[in-house]
């Protein structure tokens, strides 16, 4: 079935994301509509939308608009872009393809909100996105689109960008808030650091992933209700989807939300076109690095958040990492876990410790001095993380990073602990490194 | 029954079970522990905001919506929640978080000096696994760095719990410890090249719940188990409490303690490690007398030499016996307990004859002030709403733990700052006003900010600045707290400012003072014209007359007022309780001339000193550690000072000198311990009424004065002429550094290199305009007498003054003091210019 592209209809346009190239295109028509409309009809077209948070946790994003409470000011809206989850490179692609229509976003939602300020926090690494995004928003300030007296009327939002220094927690919101702050990315406690309630220098904050926002103009041009006729039920509209590892043709693709499966997606001619080398799949992480594996059975599965919330993992970042039938399961789940080790903010002791103890474990096994023990003492150090290593899980952290490194394990394990037997094999000796450790 | 609950603030929770009544919007923590539950921390500390990350604290908690593990530190109680500390999973989880914390801890507890003290040891006793299952390598860092001169830091035992950084950060401003690296590596560390240089290092030492943080003075002294410990005051003018801790007759440490009322568990550095001055070879041990050989007084000679208490007493009586009264003086007795203060006070007025005692050291506010003003506790003053306003100098540098109650109560509590000081200080980000009248001018910029009436400009601000202060003085609680600022400006201005501020509804003081105990010196009676309990000799002696026989009829010489008699030749005996006049007092000539003409010069003190160094007798005494006794502090409470060790030699203890000269002359002064002052003066003192010695250290807030009145506040009726700076001249402001030449400082070793040298410090407008180098040495004038300085931008110095703090190596700016002024203009001549 034929559906609009909503994100990335200008990915294709060599100037799109030049203010000459979005105009022509159609841009900003979503912002003249939005300020012929008022705030709150704006906000109820969103509603209408019900659009899903696009950065994680699928919360809608018109719901959480309303979590502002009334007659707090200032307030703000942070823009989440520090895209780091392995596997995910769809807002890198939205800054760096279609900016304006970001900005668009952003301005639509400070309108919808009554705000006049937003931090647009840009992952350090993103070099080319930094300079694209700067450019747009020169654009954006000279022709009267962001600033004072946006298209000649009453509305002005200032938009401050902010470049990230390049650490994985930070696209955790409240982190994000403390590193724009100007303090070291860990995140905070909710509660009581809801950021709608205490956010960014203590007051409401909203912060909205990029994909999120680059949502909003084509929601408020062609109405809420156009939009959740796109998709499922509940997962309305397009998402992007970022396919990545052992297919034929890994990319990042606009597929209508909720109803488009897991296999049209990674064997689809038209998308990611099957695994690579005619091999089979292995398993694969449905929603980022942090997701619970699927397998085959699940291919059949749609792109549908609660479906896959209920099947015990979730569609999390939209990146979806491929493994085919080479791949050595140990390794990639050492792979994953040295991730979050190395990513871990410090903060919480569980995860600073225990994600290192794992990686450690995993790197003895890998290296041939397993112990049978180590497979029940893996679990159990993944239970002292996320008590009972259910779905989702419960943490004894602050933030979902440390029991993010539990996942690929009780995942791993489930299906190919036989693959981890043979690593530790008949060995019984006690592997005690003297050189100074293994990492 | 809701209203009765909201009434007393006290909500129904169920603990373990069991339901419970807590103060509503307790932290969940606090809670717990006040019904009995124990719930193991580390990252906690009610003194500094919550984090949450050491995770230990995690218990079951259900709000209604299903439990869920939370951390009990970072949640506060409401009704009807639930909380389960004790379940399996609780266990577990708690297990887990110790076994993680322990993974990469050394365990090299028997060589760590948190051994037996360490919480992270007891709680793994209490809580923790038996064994470990970490078979891999652990974590190393280099062992322990230096991050301050006196502060070690052990990165391998560090356990992350954000409390010394925190502690750094929030409650001192000095950020210079933070968290760098991430995850497993993870590290508490100092930028490069700039250490840990905060006033109040030392409380990190205390805060850390684990050996990675430990003290010069204190590494590898002593086992926790081998300390005795007592609860005492520290004696400075805040009366900081303290736990004094020894082994084998030997302080090793001092700790702070959790007062609510003064310090909350806080020091600084200048007192915690001042432990060292007391027990340094330095300290005088035996009397000594000027003579010409052992035991051998002769008052030609040209050094002191040891002799026997017998010998020097029989020379002071000797000089005592048929001397008019009124030809005696005694300087000094602020550094002295209450007890001991009653009993000089006693021997000098009711036995001597003399009146001619003086506590002060001519740089304090007159007794009217500092007892005739309605004065107000630090709690009081640090309450939501309230606005304080400062007539003080940097607090960091003088008043450690007021600054950081200041701090707490502007950062925290919305109380408001207005900051009148002659520099900016480290409230200045923290006020809401931060004004910096010029040396002279505070009484007529004070007039403006209360009356409203305000000029365009007045003392160097602009009426904007003051108006937009003035506003924060309606409708709330107004505190002043107060001091001699500047040397450099006379006491007259602030009692004007003073004066203005009585003109205020309601608003109450706290007067600062310079030395420990003057508080109790000015209650003790050790001033002239006062009596214990603030009679004085025209309407109290009455009170006294039965027991003080000699009492004298007039009242007598202040301090200045002494040492110009000394040096007239009217004085032939002077005592000095642990005063130093040659460093401390501000007309330096006039000390050398008093102490040079004084026949009997007697010193009462711990140490050798410029003065002590010219007297003809000199008597060793106790400090706070070897003595009983109490102390007042600038509240006018009165907390215990405790013996934990036995004094060097045979010092004594000063009231038993004060009793022994009295038992010489024929009297007995009736006082053969420290509560038989209490005795003599419970029924005589109108502010000491029920003032229960033997109870003192059952008292968590000791005994507060609370009675007012008696010497009245004598406000200054002709204001002074505004005097503008010319544009050659620069006004002249003398400061204090935490750390200077003073001999407690300087006697301890862990701090007597942290004073810096005498500098000029000027604003960078100011030092462009005379066109000199950075370092520069110049020549400064005032009314012809010079001193020769480098000079220093600061540009927390107001643009046409001058700063020189004060008893420092080099330069003695008291040089440019000039009597009878309000304020000192000085003129900087850049003295290679001068050559050229």
């Given at each position: 079935m034929s559906i609009p592209l909503i994100t990335t209809s200008r990915w294709d346009v060599e100037d799109g994301h030049t203010l000459e190239g979005y105009l022509r295109t159609g841009g900003y028509e979503g912002l003249r509509r939005a300020i012929e409309m008022t705030p709150d009809q704006v906000h109820e077209e969103v509603k209408k939308a019900s659009l899903l948070g696009r950065g994680g946790a699928g919360f809608p994003a018109g719901i959480k608009w309303g979590f502002l409470p009334p007659d707090v000011w200032p307030r703000y809206l942070v823009v989440n872009g520090d895209e780091s989850e392995p596997g995910t490179y769809k807002d890198r692609l939205l800054i760096e393809r279609d900016p304006h229509q970001l900005i668009e976003g952003c301005v639509i939602t400070c309108f919808a909100l009554g705000l006049s300020q937003c931090f647009l926090y840009v992952r350090g690494e993103m070099a080319h996105g930094q300079e694209r995004v700067a450019a747009a928003l020169n654009e954006a300030y000279d022709h009267g689109y962001v600033g004072k007296n946006i298209l000649g009327t009453e509305l002005s939002v200032d938009v401050v960008l902010h470049w990230g220094a390049g650490a994985y927690i930070v696209g955790e919101e409240t982190a994000l808030i403390e590193s724009l702050e100007g303090n070291r990315g860990m995140p905070r406690l909710k509660p009581p650091f809801f950021p709608a309630s205490i956010g960014l220098y203590g007051k409401p904050t909203i912060v909205n992933n990029v994909e999120t926002l680059s949502n909003i103009p084509w929601i408020i041009e062609h109405g809420g209700d156009a939009f959740a006729k796109i998709g499922a039920e509940q997962s309305t509209g397009t998402r992007i989807f970022a396919v990545s590892g052992h297919v034929q043709n890994p990319g990042v693709f606009e597929v209508e939300f909720g109803t488009t499966t897991f296999r049209d997606l990674i064997m689809g001619e038209q998308y990611a076109g099957g695994i690579r080398d005619g091999n089979s799949i292995k398993a694969f992480i449905p929603g980022g690095a942090s997701a619970p594996w699927f397998f085959e059975e699940h291919l059949d599965i749609p792109l549908e958040k609660t479906v896959v919330d209920n099947e015990g993992s979730m569609l999390g970042s939209g990146a979806i990492v491929v493994m085919d039938e080479t791949t050595d399961i140990v390794k990639a789940c050492h792979n994953v876990v040295r991730f979050f080790s190395r990513e871990s903010c410090g903060k919480c002791t569980p995860c600073r410790e225990g994600t290192n103890w794992l990686e450690k474990i995993l790197d003895r096994i890998l290296n041939g001095y397993g112990r049978p023990e180590d497979i029940d003492l893996l679990l159990d150090v993944c239970d002292n993380i996320s008590p009972g290593i259910s779905w989702p899980p419960k943490q004894t952290t602050i933030c979902p990073l440390g029991p993010s490194a539990v996942s690929p394990i009780a995942s791993a394990l489930k299906r190919y602990r036989s693959e981890f037997d043979a690593y530790i094999g008949s060995n019984t000796v006690t592997p005690v490194s003297v050189d100074g450790g293994s990492s | 029954m809701t209203e009765i609950q909201q009434d007393s603030g006290l909500i129904t929770v169920t603990i373990d079970g069991q339901e419970v009544k807590v103060k509503s919007g307790e932290v969940l923590i606090d809670a717990c522990e006040e019904v009995g539950v124990d719930i193991p921390r580390f990252c906690y500390h009610k003194r500094m905001s919550q984090v949450g990350m050491c995770r230990m604290c995690i218990v079951e908690v259900d709000t209604g919506r299903g439990p869920s593990l939370q951390p009990s530190c970072m949640m506060d109680v409401s009704e009807g929640m639930i909380i389960d500390t004790q379940s399996e999973e609780?266990?577990?989880?708690?297990?887990?978080?110790?076994?993680?914390?322990?993974?990469?801890?050394?365990?090299?507890?028997?060589?760590?000096?948190?051994?037996?003290?360490?919480?992270?040891?007891?709680?793994?006793?209490?809580?923790?696994?038996?064994?470990?299952?970490?078979?891999?390598?652990?974590?190393?860092?280099?062992?322990?760095?230096?991050?301050?001169?006196?502060?070690?830091?052990?990165?391998?035992?560090?356990?992350?719990?954000?409390?010394?950084?925190?502690?750094?950060?929030?409650?001192?401003?000095?950020?210079?410890?933070?968290?760098?690296?991430?995850?497993?590596?993870?590290?508490?560390?100092?930028?490069?090249?700039?250490?840990?240089?905060?006033?109040?290092?030392?409380?990190?030492?205390?805060?850390?719940?684990?050996?990675?943080?430990?003290?010069?003075?204190?590494?590898?002294?002593?086992?926790?188990?081998?300390?005795?410990?007592?609860?005492?005051?520290?004696?400075?003018?805040?009366?900081?409490?303290?736990?004094?801790?020894?082994?084998?007759?030997?302080?090793?440490?001092?700790?702070?303690?959790?007062?609510?009322?003064?310090?909350?568990?806080?020091?600084?550095?200048?007192?915690r490690f001042s432990f060292e001055a007391f027990q340094s070879e330095y300290r005088l041990d035996n009397p000594l007398v000027r003579g010409g050989g052992l035991n051998k007084a002769d008052k030609s000679g040209s050094g002191l030499v040891a002799a026997s208490w017998a010998g020097a007493m029989s020379i002071i009586t000797e000089s005592l016996n048929g001397t008019d009264p009124d030809r005696v003086g005694v300087i000094g007795g602020s550094r002295l307990t209450n007890e001991s203060q009653y009993a000089w006070a006693k021997l000098a007025k009711g036995v001597i004859g003399t009146d001619h005692v003086s506590a002060d050291l001519g740089d304090e506010l007159p007794p009217h002030v500092l007892l005739g003003l309605p004065r107000a506790t630090i709690s009081e003053i640090c309450s939501p709403g309230n606005t304080v306003v400062l007539l003080t100098p940097d607090l960091k540098e003088e008043y450690g733990t007021l600054f950081i109650r200041l701090r707490d109560a502007a950062k925290n509590l919305g109380v408001n700052i207005i900051e009148l000081s002659p520099v900016k200080t480290a409230l200045s980000s923290d006020a809401v006003a931060s004004l910096h009248p010029l040396p002279g001018e505070i009484g007529n910029v004070v007039e403006a900010l209360v009356t409203g009436n305000i000029p365009r400009e007045v003392g160097g601000i602009s009426g904007e600045e003051i108006s937009q202060a003035h506003t924060y003085l309606k409708d709330t609680n107004v505190f002043v707290v107060v001091s001699r600022s500047s040397m450099g400006q006379s006491e007259v201005p602030i009692i004007e400012a003073l004066t203005s501020f009585q003109e205020l509804e309601n608003c109450r003081f706290l007067p600062l003072v310079r030395r420990a105990n003057t508080m109790g010196a000015l209650d003790m009676g050790m001033a002239p014209g006062l009596l214990p309990g603030r009679n004085t000799l025209s309407s109290g002696s009455s009170a006294f007359s039965d027991i003080w026989t000699n009492l004298p009829a007039e009242t007598g010489a202040n301090t200045k007022q002494i040492l110009q008699k000394a040096s007239d030749g009217e004085i032939d005996v002077l005592f000095l309780l642990g005063a130093d006049p040659l460093t401390d007092f501000p007309n330096k000539a006039l000390a050398e001339a008093a102490l040079q003409k004084v026949e009997t010069l007697v010193a009462v003190d711990l140490f050798v000193t410029p003065s002590v160094y010219e007297s003809d007798v000199v008597l060793p005494a106790t400090s706070f550690l070897e003595a009983d006794g109490s102390h007042t502090n600038v509240e006018g409470r009165i907390t215990p000072i405790r013996q934990k060790i036995t004094p060097p030699g045979t010092a004594r203890p000063d009231w038993m000198i004060a009793a022994e000269i009295a038992y010489r002359l024929g009297h007995d002064l009736e006082i053969t311990a420290p509560e038989d002052v209490w005795e003599e003066i419970s029924s005589r003192s109108s502010v000491h009424g029920d003032l229960n010695y033997g109870r003192l250290d059952d008292e968590p807030g000791g005994y507060l004065i609370t009675a007012t009145g008696r010497i009245p506040f004598v406000p200054v009726e002709e204001r002074i002429e505004t005097r503008p700076v010319d544009s050659y001249a620069m006004r002249l402001i003398l400061g204090r550094r935490m750390f200077d030449k003073g001999t407690i400082t300087q006697m301890s070793s862990s701090l007597s290199h942290l004073a810096e040298q005498s500098q000029l410090r000027i604003n960078q407008y100011d030092f462009e305009r005379l066109g000199i180098k950075e370092g520069a040495q110049v020549e400064v004038t005032s009314e012809g007498r010079n001193i020769s300085i480098s000079v220093k931008v600061d540009n927390r110095v107001p643009r046409s003054s001058a700063l020189i703090?004060?008893?420092?190596?080099?330069?003695?700016?008291?040089?440019?003091?000039?009597?009878?002024?309000?304020s000192i203009d000085i003129r900087i001549d850049p003295t290679s210019k001068a050559r050229s």
């Open positions: - | 609780i266990k577990k989880v708690q297990d887990g978080v110790l076994e993680f914390l322990l993974l990469n801890h050394p365990l090299d507890c028997p060589v760590c000096d948190k051994g037996g003290e360490c919480p992270l040891q007891d709680q793994t006793m209490a809580y923790g696994p038996g064994e470990t299952r970490f078979v891999e390598e652990k974590r190393h860092f280099e062992k322990p760095i230096p991050i301050s001169d006196n502060v070690y830091l052990d990165r391998e035992r560090c356990i992350l719990c954000d409390r010394c950084t925190r502690f750094a950060d929030e409650v001192v401003g000095d950020p210079l410890i933070q968290f760098i690296d991430r995850g497993n590596s993870t590290q508490v560390n100092t930028f490069p090249e700039d250490p840990f240089a905060s006033y109040f290092s030392g409380n990190i030492v205390q805060l850390c719940p684990v050996g990675a943080l430990t003290a010069k003075p204190y590494r590898f002294k002593a086992r926790p188990w081998d300390l005795e410990e007592i609860e005492s005051t520290y004696p400075n003018p805040l009366g900081d409490r303290i736990v004094v801790q020894s082994s084998r007759d030997q302080v090793l440490r001092l700790q702070g303690l959790d007062s609510e009322e003064v310090n909350w568990g806080w020091l600084c550095d200048k007192d703090y004060r008893n420092l190596d080099g330069a003695d700016p008291r040089e440019l003091l000039i009597e009878g002024t309000h």
